[in-house]
């Protein structure tokens, strides 16, 4: 079993910074991406930003220039950056990794349970 855990959401007004983190812990053999999404209250979720185990990112048209997603391959963790927040990014952020756990040959996406972000003054 692979569990994932984010911390660093809270309450933060429009045009601060928050920074979020996301701990991997289980069974694991090696994780390939991970990544964060978002889903606001009353719409679908959507992908943040990824990142590669080799530290390639992709990112969301609207957080570009103002997020940055980083990882500890040791630590199994990946961190997301947030500058100049706005009120429409309010939602619950949920950490994803695919995972390779031990024993095992093919990979699984797990999910974090999601830490919420609220923006607003």
């Known amino acids: 079993q692979v569990q994932l855990v984010e911390s660093g959401g809270g309450l933060v007004q429009p045009g601060g910074s928050l920074r979020l983190s996301c701990t991997a812990s289980?069974?694991?053999?090696?994780?390939?991406?991970m990544g964060w999404y978002r889903q606001a209250q009353g719409k679908q979720r959507e992908l943040v930003a990824t990142?590669?185990?080799?530290?390639?990112?992709k990112y969301a048209d609207s957080v570009k220039g103002r997020f940055t997603i980083s990882r500890d391959n040791a630590k199994n963790m990946v961190y997301l950056e947030m500058n100049s927040l706005k009120p429409e990014e309010t939602a619950a952020y949920s950490c994803?990794?695919?995972?390779?756990?031990?024993?095992?040959?093919?990979?699984?996406?797990?999910w974090g349970q999601g830490t919420q972000v609220t923006v607003s003054s």
């Open positions: 289980g069974s694991i053999f090696s994780i390939n991406t």
């Open positions: 994803n990794a695919r995972v390779r756990e031990r024993g095992a040959i093919r990979e699984y996406d797990y």
């Open positions: 990142i590669t185990r080799g530290g390639s990112t």
